[in-house]
């Protein structure tokens, strides 16, 4: 006797009773999962198959718009602690205060490659944090380093060509990097970071996240500071020589990705302790250089670091597209009691940050359960694609009929501003120097070892492609940072 059939045609599966009926997305039960609706069983595929339909549809679209740029990355749940009261002097930030613990989300990335990328390439790492407060999402998108490239949002876009492909033959380009970096001087600092030990972690979790960029913080009093985040491994700092990362390229592509999983998956949770540096607000008009400059840091002699919470990561992710790739940070997503800085790159990223968004996963992006705060929302925004929650009457303010209204105490960290509307450079400061910093990196926290393994690294980069006029402009920019390190570079590259 023949295997009892279903309408298509399929045997039954052994195991069918005790499994759920497939149905299509709008909960309508399937038939088949194999078969299509035909005209007889060699005829035709009919249109009226809406299963079919509607599973080729959504696979053609099953994959958004990568990220421009930190397109490669993962991630992961868990929580941030309060460690003393030393914050509190600071802000008034709820999620800040004594005793308080809040659940995050955690995106570790790749700067310049795409989606499919090798983990272990000299990059710099993304450090995304999404605290879900009790008084909305605040959003810190960090690096791993406490500098970046350039101090203008104006150069971005630029900045990021330079590091991906040309427009002819679709291949990176060394030349194209140099060209960029010796054509703007203000690079020197997160390049020798680039190019030294650091440039490659072990892991994700064996490395240090930064704000890297400038924020405000305001109190209950009134009072503001200009703050720097520090999120220093509780793991240690570990990094992987360039040989090393190299061959686990060919290796395991996904190393870093892999590693946070499975350290997450058999209980060793990694964490990080958060230490913030603080500057009052007034220090910040005749500090000896720019304060907001993104291509340099805050020397610690001047503000020493302060202990203040302590980052866990103890889940993963159960669905990699709905909580890593859809995820999205936002540094306007600021609460009470912080605020942006006079920092003209964070500034710049206030607008680009959101827009990128909702150009790559919908104007409702902050809908999706990854990204929609644990607090209550009470907005006007309505419809749009994809819109989940709509306000319901009323839909406009002002009005008359009990709607939402803003509260006028709630009013935005800020500082005054005066001056002629020009497009210019920060005004200069005594120590306002592009190399002085990249000079103390090599000079004093290089030891002897780690200045050669600089020195092979960049002659390494630079005789990979790179021609004139960008090699002798490379040379002179390294003799910019220290004379022996420029003479060095071109020793390596002439033997």
Known sequence: MSAPTDSAGTADRPDRADRPVTTTDAGIPAES??????????????????????KMAHFNRERVPERVVHAKGGGAHGFFEVI?????????????????????????????GELGSADTVRDPRGFAIKFYTEQGNYDMVGNNTPVFFIRDPQKFSDFIHSQKRRADTHTRDNNMQWDFWTLSPESAHQVTWLMGDRGIPRTWRHMNGYSSHTYMWVNAGGERFFVKYHFKSDQG??????????????????????????????????????????????????YRFNPFDLTKVWPHEDYALHTVGRMVLDRNPDDYFAEVEQS?????????????SPDKMLLGRLFSYPDAHRYRIGPNYLQLP?????????????????????????????????GPGANPALADASWSVSGEIVR?????????????????????????????????????????????????????????VDGDLGARVAKELAG
């Not at 800040?96 to 955690?106: E, H």
């Not at 390229?249 to 302790?273: E, K």
């Not at 020195?455 to 090699?471: C, Q």
């Open 33 to 54: 999962d194999e078969h299509s609706l035909t005209a007889g069983p060699d005829g035709p595929i009919l249109l009226q198959d809406h299963y079919l339909i509607q």
């Open 84 to 112: 003393g009261s030393d914050a509190a002097e600071w802000t008034k930030a709820d999620f800040l205060q004594p005793g308080k613990r809040t659940p995050v989300f955690v995106r570790f990335s790749t700067v310049a």
């Open 237 to 286: 700092i570990e990094t992987l020589a360039d040989a090393e990362a190299k061959a686990m390229v060919a290796d395991d592509g996904d190393h870093h990705l892999r590693d946070l999983n499975q350290a997450i998956a058999r209980g060793d949770h990694p964490s990080w302790t958060l230490q913030m540096q603080v500057m009052a607000f007034e220090e910040a008009a005749d």
């Open 328 to 340: 999205s940070f936002e540094p306007s997503n600021l609460v009470p009691g912080i605020g942006p």
């Open 370 to 402: 990854i990204n929609a705060p644990r607090s209550s929302v009470h907005s006007y925004n309505k419809d749009g694609a994809m819109a989940y929650r709509n306000p319901g009457d009323p839909v406009y303010a002002p009005n008359s009929y009990g």
């Open 424 to 480: 210019a450079a920060y005004t200069k400061r005594r120590d306002d120097d592009d190399f002085v910093q990249p000079r103390a990196l090599y000079r004093n926290v290089m030891d002897d070892a780690a200045k050669e393994r600089l020195v092979g690294t960049v002659a390494g980069h630079l005789e990979n492609g790179v021609r004139e006029p960008v090699l002798s402009r490379a040379l002179d920019y390294w003799r910019q």
